[in-house]
């Protein structure tokens, strides 16, 4: 069976803090989520302020 890796250090991954090894690994993750380094494709949906503007 193949072990699985953390997605940050690389190392073997903890079950309670899968798919990392540890709440560091998957506090590091969160970050990059919050600063926008990661995203998920799809159409933009428009700002509030934007919807204000058409009124």
Known sequence: MV???CQICK???VFE???FCSKRCADIDL???FRGDYCIEG???PD???EKEEI
């Open 17 to 19: 803090y899968r798919p």
């Open 11 to 13: 190392k073997p991954i």
């Open 31 to 33: 970050a990059h989520w």
């Open 3 to 5: 072990e699985s890796k």
């Open 48 to 50: 509030e302020e934007d």
């Open 43 to 45: 159409e933009a949906k």
